[in-house]
Nanobody, 124 residues
Framework: QVQLVESGGGLVQAGGSLRLSCAVS????????VAWFRQAPGKERDFVAS????????YYADSVKGRFAISRDNAKNTVYLQMNSLKPEDTAVYYC?????????????????WGQGTQVTVSS
């Protein structure tokens, strides 16, 4: 089994920054891509960003391009999401997910392993 645990969420004012972490553990042999998704109350879970095993391929939703940056440290089995210039509409529960196809794809069904989520709240 593969476990993912998110951390780093919290309350921040608009314009501020947060860095989320996703720690991956368990049977992590093989290369895996990791993505961040988010879900606001009453809305669907939306893709935010993804990164390949090597870190050379990244993919971002248009809504976060230029503001968010995804990165990873494979020695620590951890993926990060640096979020800058936060807006109230970024408020959501943020989830990380992994797939062992090593594909930086935006669809939820392409990810078999999920964390429990971390709340991010941006006040205006």
């Amino acid at each position: 089994q593969v476990q993912l645990v998110e951390s780093g969420g919290g309350l921040v004012q608009a314009g501020g920054s947060l860095r989320l972490s996703c720690a991956v553990s368990g049977r992590t042999f093989g290369n895996y891509a990791v993505a961040w998704f988010r879900q606001a109350p009453g809305k669907e879970r939306d893709f935010v960003a993804s990164i390949s095993w090597s870190g050379t391929k990244t993919y971002y939703a248009d809504s976060v391009k230029g503001r968010f940056a995804i990165s990873r440290d494979n020695a620590k089995n951890t993926v990060y999401l640096q979020m800058n210039s936060l807006k109230p509409e970024d408020t959501a529960v943020y989830y990380c997910a992994a797939n062992f196809y090593d594909l930086v794809v935006p669809a939820t069904y392409d990810y078999a392993y999920w964390g429990q989520g971390t709340q991010v709240t941006v006040s205006s």
